[in-house]
């Protein structure tokens, strides 16, 4: 099968299409044929070894040294089943998921195998393949945060990069919990985050969203160009700071200090557990989820897809179409 693969960090031109073995199915797993994947944040900072402050030495040594230790990158997929392991029940050749191996990744490649307890689920009815294979890089990162967080009704809370991927999903799921959400993002994302529920928008370049004392509960803080101490006095009394691209920085400052009001820091990388992709599923089923799609760009063209992502000024997610015809 054909395959984009990583065996150096840098640009996107390190990306090369290789010719690999077909997975084949294990006990209780079922062979998915890649009909969309994405290009997350997370795929263009690994390919790039551009890690959150203090972590290059950790992250190198845990991803790979030269390069990815993975070299097919790739969190998220949608596709139709073509084989299933022995002692499948869940699923069967012909139906349409959607899964999200997550840091395990290798979803740039025309076939994946997954659990079928794992972190699968049908696709929903009506959802492109394209929309379904960007739901989970966003979706279930910011399910892990909101749970985290502990977001509740009537909390009011404020979303920084609300136009990404992460951002985009945070704002739709803390708007379902009853938050009141206010997103920062630029002018020309101001439309598509009050459309996806934002009480209020913030433009960043106009106007300095830091200057508002012990105006939020929770901080949602999804670019890693905010530090803690910039947010810290943004939080009413037990207020949370979530650092989602968070550095050792924000790490160290988990640990509680006096003389924060009940303030505290939340850090670290987000679980991935297998019932959050079907929980996604369902949201997107039933309208409350909106996975929102930049740009679909051919499987052929992966690496200006990588190129687009580096800019930093996608909204939502970028997908990748591996078979034209199935996604029609």
Request: glycine content about 12%; some cysteine; proline content about 6%.
């Amino acid at each position: 099968m054909q395959a984009v693969v990583c065996r150096r960090y840098g640009g996107p031109e390190v990306l090369e299409f290789r010719e690999v073995p077909m997975p084949e199915p294990a006990a209780n797993e079922v062979r998915v044929k890649v009909v969309a994947t994405s290009v997350t944040s997370g795929d263009s900072r690994l390919r790039a070894a551009r890690f959150p402050p203090g972590m290059g030495l950790i992250a190198r040594l845990l991803f790979g040294w030269r390069g990815p230790r993975q070299p097919i990158l790739g969190t998220e997929l949608a596709g139709i089943v073509d084989a299933v392991g022995a002692g499948v029940t869940r699923y069967r050749p012909g139906d349409a998921v959607m899964a999200f191996p997550g840091g395990a990744m290798g979803c740039h490649a025309e076939y994946r195998c997954v659990a079928e307890t794992g972190p699968i689920a049908r696709k929903p009815d009506g959802l492109s393949f394209a929309k379904a294979a960007t739901l989970c890089f966003g979706g279930s990162t910011a399910l892990h945060f909101l749970e985290v967080a502990a977001v509740a009704p009537g909390d009011r809370v404020l979303v920084v990069g609300a136009s990404g991927a992460v951002g985009s999903a945070l704002v739709q799921l803390a708007r379902h919990r009853g938050a009141a959400v206010t997103a920062v993002c630029s002018a020309r994302n101001a439309d598509l985050v009050r459309d996806l529920g934002a009480a209020a928008v913030i433009d960043y370049a106009t106007i300095d969203f830091r200057g508002q004392p012990g105006a939020y509960d929770v901080v949602f803080e999804t670019t890693g160009g905010m530090t803690t101490g910039e947010a810290l006095p943004l939080l009413r009394r037990k207020g949370r700071f979530v650092a989602i691209a968070a550095g050792v920085p924000d790490m160290l400052a988990t640990i509680g200090a006096p003389g924060r009001g009940g303030r505290r820091v939340i850090a670290g990388p987000a679980s991935e557990k297998p019932e959050h992709v079907r929980q996604l599923a369902d949201l997107a089923a039933s309208g409350v989820l909106r996975p929102v799609v930049d740009g679909t760009f051919s499987f052929d063209a992966i690496a200006a897809a990588h190129a687009y992502v580096d800019t930093g000024r996608k909204r939502g997610s970028v997908a990748v179409l591996l078979d034209p015809a199935a996604h029609e």
